[in-house]
């Protein structure tokens, strides 16, 4: 009776230590580091060669709305890249609002 | 946000207030740090190997950096483990789908845990828990999944439920008859019924 009522218990106990947690290798999370880090620039560099190209004229173009498909799109690259650099600042403490704060300043001066 | 408000009216996306990046930011590492060793182990008991395990990972967190405003928004405060397990649960999905297969026979690598016990007991009990992860895929899939997110990663009946998309009782039984089927495939002469 004893053996039958402990049995489900033993067993659970069996399953929890046959089905351990599985530490993660080291080189996962530097992987990843990578990988987000490698989107975070490409897309830091769309922003940026966005925002050096455009001229007085542009500028000017662009307090029409229906010219702002292009800013708000790499904005939003912006802040996914600025997102992802929290991924990498896990080890590396890097400024991650840098280019977030360039996008949203450069969203103030074109709002009208 | 209040419960009520969850089950009456969530505001919608465009109604609630907006979050700050920064602070987006903030939860998405906090989730990072606490759920990477969750979303690795469930992936490794998913597929059977580390490699795919690995990529199934990388592709979890991606996908949930990519949702993750959504999903905190509509969480209402609830722990977002059960999503984060869900996106791995469906990526894994896929991955034995394109690739048609079960997870492979063998775990790779995965050394029983050593116990304060005498020499031949360790034996004994590790030739067990290998035992235990070979019955373990011959379980229908929901069965298996449940017993790996409740005993792998210790997450609640409630919470296998919403990674599942099951309703809380429907979970407690999946899971109760998953470990009874477990148990009759590894002592087939001991057990009742």
């Known amino acids: ?112 | 946000m209040t419960a009520d408000e969850e089950e009456g009216g969530a505001p919608t996306p465009a109604e609630a207030p907006a979050e700050s990046k920064a602070e987006l930011d903030r939860a998405f590492e906090e989730l990072y740090r606490t759920h990477l060793r969750d979303v690795y182990s469930y992936s490794y008991y998913r597929v059977g190997n580390h490699h795919d395990a690995e990529d199934l990972t990388e592709q979890a967190f991606l996908q949930a950096y990519r949702h993750f405003e959504r999903a905190r928004r509509e969480s209402n405060g609830r722990p977002l483990r059960p999503w984060l397990i869900r996106i791995a649960h469906n990526l894994a999905s896929n991955y034995h789908r394109d690739r048609s297969r079960r997870p492979e026979a063998a775990l790779d690598a995965v050394e029983p845990p050593s116990h304060p016990h005498g020499t031949e007991r360790v034996v004994e009990g590790r030739e067990e828990l290998r035992d235990v992860i070979e019955r373990l895929q011959e379980l229908p899939d929901d069965r298996r999944e449940a017993l790996i997110m409740r005993f792998a990663l210790g997450m609640s009946n409630r919470e296998i439920a919403r990674a599942l998309g099951r309703t809380d009782g429907a979970t407690k039984v999946l899971i109760h008859r998953a470990i009874k089927q477990l148990e009759e495939l590894m002592h087939p002469e001991t057990v009742d019924d």
């Open chain 1, 1 to 112: 009776m004893t053996e039958a009522a402990d049995r489900p218990l033993d067993f659970e106990r069996l399953l929890a230590d046959a089905l351990r947690p599985i530490e993660p290798p080291e080189d996962l999370a530097t992987r990843m580091e990578t990988m987000l880090t490698s989107i975070a620039e490409q897309a830091a560099a769309e922003l940026s060669s966005w925002a050096d190209e455009l001229s007085d004229g542009e500028l000017q173009a662009l307090r029409d709305p229906r010219n702002w498909v292009r800013p708000v799109a790499a904005v939003a690259v912006g802040g996914a890249a600025a997102g992802a650099l929290v991924l990498v600042g896990l080890r590396q403490r890097r400024k991650s609002s840098g280019l977030r704060d360039t996008a949203e300043q450069l969203l103030r001066d074109l709002r009208p």
